[in-house]
């Protein structure tokens, strides 16, 4: 049996051999800044900032890519469309675009953006604004039970909650548009009246709250009052309406957007149904394979759209396998057609040495969750699946763009980008570009402490789907 040693060392060698490989497209791009490719340089972008999900890409950065790649007028894909950047960015340069997302609360913003952005009209503006001035929902002494789950029991102040019941009340007397937007703009402030902060893998909570009692104590600063927080994302998304200059609807026709459409579901089951080839672009960005869960760090906003708990575990199986908790899906079930995709994941070297490795470190007790090996696994099997339909469902010479991280797990570095491009060279793309960031990621805390700090590549994929008869 091999050392824990040789095993890195192999993983280095073969690691090296696929960086010798790629060298030739690898740059540095000095323009990819960290803040460009997060949701950082949306933060004052108007609607782009009304909910924040840290998870999204910057609607510049898209810009970025469609301009500098010259991508071709026509229909855009997103297989993961989280809040729906690439969608709304598209549109308004006048692509037409088609978005996939698993997760309610995507969905959600994806929807109420879409309506602030093209459909609201004057009466619903107006109702928005009399909500903003009358705060008709501190003359009402009805108060809704607010929908919680385990995990977030006990989430705000008590005097909060009581808000947030009353309101929940008053959005029954509105139109089902009005009464859209207004729950819109609660869950946009749910975090910031909370006990709670997001933290990727799971939600952490304020000492004030009473929660985690024994654990070293976790103060999240201001709390912000029920009150000032509706009120101040009332006038925010308002103003935005208004003034967006992005915004096509009865005050500024502007026809040259393209159209926005979104599928709700797993991309896993939504894309083998789409007809191909259709799709000029795919601009994306699936979750890392980093173990965020984006159920339970969105878990106070599932909870008050009704997702029982069985929905979220449900949920949580059916995401791209980036948690431990994931088990495997039978791939072949969800598409017999994906014999290919799955031996092209198959036959990475490096990944297979990798999972080797894991599944040794798992048995040795080394690994801080035994889950990890299966996770990655799932991950790059599912992935490769998603880039054969993207191939499949792009037209000839269209680009695939996928912004993602490099990962480090039981001190084995996982070069996502070189093996994910190697895949993609597999399932009938040429490699292009791989720009990294100038800014790289430093380690997890646990991996820093037991083998050193090494600073992982952040990159942008750029893949351009071979012509058959270049293949
Ligand atoms: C990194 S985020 C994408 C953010 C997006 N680029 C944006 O700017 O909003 C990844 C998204 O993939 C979604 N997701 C995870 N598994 C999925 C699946 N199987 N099908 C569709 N979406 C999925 C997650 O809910 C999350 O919103």
Known sequence: METKEQYLAEITALDQELERHYAPVMSLDNSLTRQLVSFQANKEKPLYRAYKYKEAFSAD??????????????????????????????????YSADGIELVPIGQRVI????????HITDKELSILKQWRAEKPWQNTDKIQPVPSLRITKGAYPSDTETEIGKYLTCLEKESEQVHAILLFILLCILESISYTRKDGQYLRWDYRSGRNAGKKPFDKGKIDTFEEAITAKLHEIISDVENS???????????????????????????????????TAVVTSPPYCNCYDYTRTYALEHALLGITEKELVQLRQTMLSCTVENRSKDLLCINPNWKEAIAAAEEQPLLHKILQYLDYQRIQKQLNNTGIARMVKGYFYEIACVIAECARLLKEDGLMFM???????????????????????????????????PQGKGNSSQQMGGYGREVLRKCVYVWRKRNLCDS
């Open 61 to 94: 950065l898209v810009a970025y890519l469609l301009q500098t790649y010259q991508v071709r007028k026509g229909r855009l894909l997103d297989p993961f469309a989280g809040i729906g950047t690439t969608l709304f960015t598209g549109s308004k340069f006048g």
């Open 111 to 118: 929807t109420a953006h879409n309506y602030l952005l093209h």
């Open 245 to 279: 200059e992005d915004k096509y609807n009865l005050f500024h026709e502007q026809p040259d957007y393209g159209e926005i459409h979104l599928l709700k579901g797993s991309c896993l089951h939504i894309l083998p149904t789409l007809e191909s080839p259709k799709y």
């Open 403 to 437: 912004v993602n991280d490099n990962m480090r797990y039981a001190g084995a570095s996982i070069s996502v980008d070189l093996m994910l491009s190697n895949i993609a060279e597999q399932s009938g793309f040429s490699v292009e570009n791989i720009l990294i960031l």
